[in-house]
C-alpha cells in the first residue's frame, strides 16, 4: 500500500544532500558573515558514507520513492560524486535521478556522471551578468565558467538541461529577461525561482520577492508566452511556453502560490537527517540508525512512521512569524 502523510500526499521524491559545504558563497543562500572561517561544517566522520546513502535510498524506493535528486551545498565538491550515481542508479524502480549544481566544476566531471549514470542535471545561473552573478555568489566565480560546464554537460549527453535563477529584487531582476533570451532555442529550460525565507541567515523580507506573475510579464512582454499543461502532478515549477514554438521556462513561485497540497519530497541531510518540509526546524535521525546496526525492515518501518504523521505546509501558513523561526538552513538539508 502507498504510504500516505495526514493529508494523502504520497511519498515520491527524495533529495539528497551529500555535503552542507559549497564553493559558492550566494548572498541569499550561506551568506559569508555567517558561512565564514569559524563556521562549522560536518566532519567527515559525521556525514553518511555513499554506501549508507545507497542503502537508504534503497529502502525509500521501496516505499515508492520515484525520483532522487542530489543537491548540497555543493554536490560535486564531495570527491568522487560519480560512485554514488553509479550505485543509485542500479537501484531498480527508481525512475529518475538527477543533480542540481553550481556548475562551476560541472565542465570536469559531466562526463563521468553521465557515464555514471546520470541522465539530466539542473544548473544554477541567476544572472549573465558578471557583476550582478559575482556580485550574488561572492566567491569570484563568473558567468563564462559556468556557462563552460553547461556546454560540457550537453556535450556529455546529460539532457534536459534546466537553468535555476532566483530573483531578488533590486539583485538581478533587471537581468531576467537577457536569461531568458540567452537559453531561448537551445533546449534549456529556464526556471526562475522567487527569492525565499529558506533558513534563517538570508535576511529574507518579502519586499526581495519579484513574483512569477511579475517575472512572467517580464519576459512575455518582448517573448511572447502561452501557458503549459503541467509534465505531472505535483511538478514544482509552472510551465510556460514561447508562443513561437522556440521552447519554455519556468516559474517556481513558492512564495506567492504555494504548491505544498502536492509536494510529495522528503530531504535527507548530508549527516542523515531526514526532514519532510524544505522549511522544517527538526529532522529525524537516521544515522543512528544505519550505524547502530537497523535491518533494512526497521529503517523502512522508521520512514514510514514519520511520512504517515507528516503535517508540513509551512508555504501555506507562512507569515512574517514564521519567517523568522529557526529553520534549517537550505546548504544544510539541501536545495
Ligand atoms: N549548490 C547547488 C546549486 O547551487 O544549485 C545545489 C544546492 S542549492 C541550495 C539549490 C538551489 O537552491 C539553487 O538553485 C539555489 O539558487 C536555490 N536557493 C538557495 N537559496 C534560495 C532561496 N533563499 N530562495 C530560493 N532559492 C534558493
Keep these: 500500500m502507498t504510504l500516505q502523510d495526514r493529508f494523502e500526499r504520497p511519498l515520491r521524491d527524495l533529495r539528497i544532500s551529500v ?15 555567517v558561512f565564514g572561517p569559524d563556521y562549522a561544517f560536518l566532519q567527515r566522520d559525521a556525514i553518511l558514507t555513499y554506501e549508507e546513502i545507497a542503502r537508504l535510498a534503497r529502502v525509500f524506493v521501496a516505499h515508492g520513492v520515484e525520483k532522487i535528486r542530489l543537491t548540497g551545498g555543493e554536490p560535486l565538491v564531495r570527491r568522487h560524486l560519480h560512485g554514488l ?8 524502480g527508481l525512475q529518475d535521478l538527477t543533480l542540481t549544481t553550481n ?5 570536469a566531471q559531466a562526463q563521468g556522471l553521465r557515464d555514471a549514470g546520470l541522465k539530466r542535471i539542473t544548473v544554477s545561473l541567476d544572472s549573465l551578468d558578471d557583476e550582478v552573478f559575482m556580485r550574488m555568489n561572492d566567491s569570484g566565480v563568473g558567468v563564462a565558467t559556468v556557462l563552460e560546464g553547461i556546454a ?5 549527453g546529460l ?7 532566483v530573483v531578488k529584487r533590486g539583485e538581478n531582476d533587471h537581468t531576467i529577461v537577457d536569461l531568458a533570451r540567452h537559453f531561448r532555442g537551445t533546449g534549456h529550460i529556464v526556471r526562475f525561482i522567487e527569492f525565499m525565507d529558506v533558513g534563517s541567515t538570508n535576511g529574507w523580507q518579502m519586499e526581495h520577492v ?9 519576459i512575455n512582454a518582448e517573448m511572447p508566452l502561452e501557458p503549459a499543461e503541467p509534465n505531472y502532478r505535483g511538478e514544482v515549477a ?4 514561447y508562443v513561437d514554438g522556440s521552447g519554455e521556462i519556468g516559474v517556481i513561485a513558492s512564495i506567492t502560490q504555494p504548491f505544498c497540497g502536492d509536494c510529495t519530497r522528503a530531504r535527507l541531510s548530508a549527516e542523515g537527517q531526514l526532514y519532510t518540509c524544505l522549511f522544517g526546524v527538526r529532522g529525524h535521525d537516521f544515522r543512528s540508525l544505519l550505524r547502530g546496526g537497523a535491518t533494512d525492515e526497521e529503517i523502512s518501518a522508521a520512514i514510514a512512521k514519520v511520512w504517515k504523521v507528516r503535517d508540513d505546509r509551512y508555504s501555506e501558513i507562512r507569515t512574517s512569524e514564521t519567517a523568522s523561526l529557526p529553520k534549517v538552513e537550505m546548504s544544510h538539508i539541501g536545495g
Design 210 to 218: 519579484v513574483t512569477a506573475r511579475e517575472i512572467v510579464e517580464l
Design 85 to 92: 550515481v553509479s550505485m543509485l542508479s542500479d537501484i531498480e
Design 159 to 165: 539532457s534536459p538541461i534546466k537553468i535555476n535563477a
Design 152 to 156: 560540457g554537460a550537453e556535450a556529455a
Design 19 to 33: 555535503t552542507d559545504r559549497c564553493n559558492f558563497r550566494c548572498t541569499y543562500c550561506m551568506p559569508r558573515e
Design 238 to 241: 509552472q510551465r510556460w511556453r
Design 103 to 107: 556548475g562551476s566544476l560541472l565542465k
